[in-house]
């Protein structure tokens, strides 16, 4: 039994309920119909009929009668059921058939099937369900190729320089001296903050990145953080500056995470700011703390500021790998804040500037420090 397949069930469990049935108004009427017709003749004869010499007779007529009906009305309706039994399981089977080609077809690999839309109502909620699935998995397909291909394309640098060097070192065409030396520990460097980089946003987005969420204070965090850039600023580098009310309130956040964000948000501002000013600012909201970064720097074209938080995204402005970042930090700091209970957003005018705001909820009151493991 357990190889018969959907369809046949379907046809077999109609036929059942027809058997039933059909067996049910046979035996109901075979038994009760002959006592209903002598009862209706005992009440003529009660009106002056007088059917005492022709009541078999009439029993007899009436029996076989009902036979007959009953015969032909078994033969005409058990065909019209089997016949609609027949049509209805195919209309039925058709489209999980059709479900179940789509389905082989995308796990061959095209991810661009879909289901079509059905006019019962449980498949068409199964399809819709196949659908977001199927989007789903072929925006982690597409994600991920675009990953491979950045992450050639950023290892692709520094290892072509140690190879020349390393070669040039090794067959005598480059002298070794310090400064060779200094290059290749850069390039090694960069290497190893690319490979921490890329571990912190798979663990962001694979749920695992702890998260010590508990009452936190703002203020002294945004100071000292000003304090520790003012201190690696030159003269000739932008100003920097606070603009932050010492009476916010208490937010519910991972103190080290928005550290981290804040760090890269700065660092990022005055690596494209050579003049002009940076300012840190935050401000109450409603149920929220908003914190920016403003920068008077190059700033960002409209046709990329949808792509700032994107893996391996640099602007015109940052294509020069040994200037600018690993191209992951933004992508680590959205996720940061996400897992954070906040949004992060960013406004951009070519050659006015930027600015990156993120929001962290306001404590409640008696609020204590959770640890968790972040979550999706």
């Known amino acids: 039994m357990n190889r018969i397949n959907l369809s046949t069930r379907l046809f077999l469990s109609h036929m059942i309920v027809m058997i039933v049935g059909i067996s049910t108004l046979l035996v109901v009427g075979k038994i ?112 991920r190729r675009e990953l491979v291909g950045d992450l050639t394309h950023e290892l692709r640098t520094p290892l072509t320089v140690l190879e020349g060097y390393l070669e040039g070192l090794g067959d005598g065409t480059i002298a070794p001296s310090t400064d060779i030396y200094h290059r290749l520990a850069k390039e090694t460097t960069r290497l190893r903050r690319l490979v921490n980089d890329l571990q912190e946003l798979s663990k962001a987005e694979a749920g695992y990145l702890p998260i010590n969420l508990q009452s936190l204070n703002l203020y002294p965090l945004l100071n000292s953080l000003i304090q520790k850039f003012s201190d690696q600023l030159l003269d000739d580098n932008p100003s920097l500056r606070l603009d932050c009310p010492q009476t916010l309130p208490l937010v519910l956040a991972d103190p080290e995470r928005v550290e981290q964000i804040l760090i890269n948000l700065i660092g990022n501002a005055l690596r494209y700011t050579p003049e002009g000013s940076v300012t840190l600012r935050a401000w109450e909201a409603t149920a929220q703390v908003w914190v920016a970064v403003e920068d008077t720097g190059q700033g960002i074209a409209p046709e990329e500021l949808p792509h700032v938080f994107e893996r391996f995204w640099r602007s015109d402005r940052s294509r020069d790998r040994h200037s600018g970042g690993t191209g992951i930090g933004l992508a680590i700091s959205q996720r940061l804040v996400e897992l954070q209970n906040g949004v992060i957003q960013a406004e951009s005018e070519l050659g006015k500037g930027s600015i990156f705001r993120f929001s962290l909820p306001i404590a409640p009151s008696g609020a204590f420090s959770i640890s968790a493991i972040a979550k999706r």
Request: aromatic content about 12%.
């Open 32 to 143: 009760y119909s002959p006592q209903l017709f002598i009862w209706h003749l005992e009440k003529l004869q009660g009106y002056g009929f007088n059917l005492i010499y022709s009541r078999r007779q009439l029993l007899e007529g009436f029996d076989s009668a009902w036979s007959r009906g009953a015969f032909w009305s078994v033969i005409v309706g058990g065909t019209s059921a089997i016949a609609l039994s027949y049509w209805v399981s195919k209309r039925i089977m058709q489209p999980l058939i059709q479900m179940e080609r789509i389905t082989r077809r995308f796990a061959s690999g095209h991810l661009e099937e879909r289901v079509p839309a059905n006019e019962i109502p449980e498949l068409n909620r199964l399809a819709q369900s196949f659908n977001r699935m199927a989007k789903d998995l072929e925006g982690v397909e597409q994600r």
